[in-house]
Nanobody, 121 residues
Framework: VQLQASGGGLVQAGGSLRLSCVVS????????MGWFRQAPGKEREFVAS????????YYADSMKGRFTISRDNAKNTVYLQMNSLKREDTAVYLC???????????????WGQGTLVTVSS
């Protein structure tokens, strides 16, 4: 299973970015997906997740209202739309797959390589 994330870059505070992650090597529409991030010197943290159909989503409290996770099962792709970016959003963003259709009660089983997002003031 391979996860290829893209869309990171340098953006000013208040700006927006959309991350994409293409999955290959498994039946994409049979698994929940998610995004984590890791800032320099900090622990990895959960950002958002989405079930197999896109009908259920979860967000970390600090991302609610600013970030939106979505998926296109026809394109084997999960997205993370990030708006109103803050300097503290600077991190490597990693996409993940879960080992089942739903997120609740499931574990992350594959990690992508990540894409760097840098937010400047």
């Amino acid at each position: 299973v391979q996860l290829q994330a893209s869309g990171g870059g340098l953006v000013q505070a208040g700006g927006s970015l959309r991350l994409s992650c293409v999955v290959s090597g498994r039946a994409f529409d049979r698994y929940a997906m998610g995004w984590f991030r890791q800032a320099p010197g900090k622990e990895r943290e959960f950002v958002a997740s989405i079930n197999w159909s896109g009908g259920t989503t979860y967000y970390a409290d600090s991302m609610k209202g600013r970030f939106t996770i979505s998926r296109d099962n026809a394109k084997n792709t999960v997205y993370l739309q990030m708006n109103s970016l803050k300097r503290e959003d600077t991190a490597v963003y990693l996409c993940v797959t879960y080992d089942g259709l739903a997120v609740v009660g499931r574990e992350v089983d594959y990690w992508g390589q990540g894409t760097l997002v840098t937010v400047s003031s």
